[in-house]
């Protein structure tokens, strides 16, 4: 056997060997293969998100802070007036929709009648950098929101038994809309649960929102749905 052949041989041996004690370093040199999209063609989460409220053929993404997000390609909330309009009376969806009661109804109710007024002043200090306004009445950007689930949990369960039972919880979509012409430029779909004994469901809301203004600020909106995962859960 000549010298090149012998170090043929050893090379092909030591790179079996490589890879009987270390499997992922031969996974390592494959090329990933791109996720594929997940086109919403009908109900998610548990059946509280209707996509076709958004629009067709969108792909959502799991983001920071964010659910479900979608973003039209190259948009970006740089220099733009939000207007952020009055919410709906809250339209109850998903496999849990009938499990809730009165004190559910009535708290989504008053968590709607201010959430506007909420994004914006949230968003309106977060973004002042940016540049981006905000208003109650008008604006070049339409936001509209609607509360699609809420549970005020048991403060009871909280205390007593914990690990989670007795969780309120507020599911809510929000779109950004061109106000002209109406075209979809971002959609959101959240679930904000309140697990702890000293939150409830409409303060650990509140905080929600502060944190994802301050994720679009850092990030981007249209960066995170960049760097989100795919899903169609």
Known sequence: MNTRLKTTVALAVMSVFV??????????????KPKAPKIATGPMDDGTLDPFWFGEGLE???ADEIDYLWVK???SLEG??????????????GDDAEKRDEKDHE???????DLAETFAGVFGAELADQ???TSLTDGDILVEGRIVDCSTGS????????FGAGSGNTTIDLRFKDAASGELLVGMHHRVVSGTTWSTTDSKFTKW????????KKKGVGTLYAKGDPTNK
């Open 73 to 75: 390609d190259g948009f």
């Open 155 to 162: 403060k009871a369960a909280k205390v007593l038994v914990g």
């Open 209 to 216: 929102v502060e944190e994802l203004a301050e994720n679009i």
């Open 60 to 62: 959502f993404r799991e």
């Open 107 to 113: 708290l989504a109710a008053s968590m709607a009648a």
């Open 19 to 32: 890879c009987v004690l270390n499997p992922q370093s031969a996974e390592a040199g494959k090329k990933r």
């Open 80 to 93: 733009a007036t939000l207007h952020f309009a009055a919410w709906p009376e809250p339209v109850f969806l």
């Open 131 to 133: 540049h981006v306004t």
